[in-house]
């Protein structure tokens, strides 16, 4: 199966930008459920990858508060500017947001978390994955949530996956267990899933020993 294409990837949601968080409306409960399992504390900094229009933000900032810091990478202009608007609009100060693809940004430090939310085809590139793990601390909790395949005898929701995935994807690749690449590098792994085995929610802390990339 093809690995991500990152101008299939772009051009997907430059056409999706504008109607996205209307389309993600019924997934906003996982939302709350991935956030709350960062287990976030007043003071710290946490990633999030692949943050689209910052539909996560208001979350995250209500975990790491005013003193704490977050940084959003997004590659799609386009759904970053929608981040940068609601930045704007809540006047946080406290978050940075970088265009850039996840296995390229330039990610300041060692953050204490990381959230990639709805990120399948982040989870499916090795180096991004490196690159997100060599900027958390050891110990570090990362969380990574989306749509998986409901399973060989749940073909009926596999029928609402395929759709789903498609408009949201550039490549079907690891949809059986889209955590996998990131599961090797974590400890204390959750694995839940929900709306009848469609989607996913899989949690752990990072090795202690995860050598840094860079
Ligand atoms: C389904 S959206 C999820 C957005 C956000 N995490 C949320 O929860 O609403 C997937 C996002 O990942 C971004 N993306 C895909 N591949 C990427 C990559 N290699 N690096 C950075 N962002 C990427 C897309 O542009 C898109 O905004």
Not at 61 to 68: C, K, N, P, R, Y
Not at 103 to 129: N, V, W, Y
Not at 150 to 179: D, M
Request: glycine share 8%; aromatic share 6%; with cysteine.
């Amino acid at each position: 199966m093809k690995p991500p294409d990152r101008r299939a990837a772009l051009a997907q949601y430059r056409a999706r930008a504008a109607v996205y968080d209307l389309e993600l409306a019924l997934f906003e409960p996982i939302r709350r459920q991935a956030i709350a399992r960062l287990a976030l504390q007043p003071g710290q900094t946490v990633l999030d990858i692949g943050c689209g229009t910052g539909l996560s933000l208001p979350l995250l900032e209500a975990g790491v508060g005013l003193q704490g810091r977050i940084v959003g990478i997004e590659q799609s202009p386009e759904m970053l500017a929608r981040a940068r608007q609601r930045v704007r609009a809540h006047g946080w100060r406290n978050v940075r947001l970088v265009c850039a693809p996840a296995e390229e940004a330039s990610i300041p430090g060692r953050a204490d978390a990381a959230l990639l939310h709805f990120t399948h085809d982040i989870l499916q590139r090795p180096e991004a994955i490196a690159n997100v793990l060599a900027h958390l601390r050891p110990g570090a909790r990362v969380v990574a949530s989306g749509l998986k395949w409901a399973g060989r005898w749940r073909w009926p929701v596999n029928l609402f996956v395929l759709p789903a995935a498609l408009r949201s994807v550039s490549s079907l690749q690891g949809l059986a267990a889209p955590w996998a690449g990131l599961a090797q590098a974590l400890t204390a792994l959750e694995l839940d899933t929900v709306l009848l085995g469609a989607v996913f929610v899989a949690s752990g802390k990072l090795r202690e020993s995860t050598p840094p990339r860079r």
